[in-house]
Nanobody, 119 residues
Framework: QVQLVESGGGLVQPGGSLRLSCVAS????????MGWFRQAPGKERELVAK???????NYANSVKGRFTISRDNAKNTVYLQMNSLKPEDTAVYYC?????????????WGQGTQVTVSS
């Protein structure tokens, strides 16, 4: 059974940094894109950043220049380096991946990790 497990969330002051990690496991044959979404209270889930297997990236305008997404294909892991954090970055961050397993491409989500930016 495929699992996406996130880590690295927490409480940080404005201007600080955090690094999120997400490891995919469970009989995976191949992973297409991996990405991070976030959902703040009372708001819809939104894309933060996405990265393909070839390392092509896509960022939300609100995080460009502050966040960097990367991945280690050998470890089925995706990272999100978040710098210059702002209070409006506060949200639950979810890992997402399109994974080839049992002859099908399927979309998977992690359980989420809380990021709180506050003084």
């Amino acid at each position: 059974q495929v699992q996406l497990v996130e880590s690295g969330g927490g409480l940080v002051q404005p201007g600080g940094s955090l690094r999120l990690s997400c490891v995919a496991s469970g009989g995976i044959f191949s992973i297409n894109y991996m990405g991070w979404f976030r959902q703040a209270p009372g708001k819809e889930r939104e894309l933060v950043a996405k990265i393909t297997r070839a390392a092509d990236t896509n960022y939300a305008n609100s995080v460009k220049g502050r966040f960097t997404i990367s991945r280690d294909n050998a470890k089925n892991t995706v990272y999100l380096q978040m710098n210059s954090l702002k209070p409006e970055d506060t949200a639950v961050y979810y890992c997402n991946a399109l994974i080839y397993i049992n002859y099908n491409w399927n979309n998977y989500w992690g359980q989420g990790t809380q990021v709180t930016v506050s003084s």
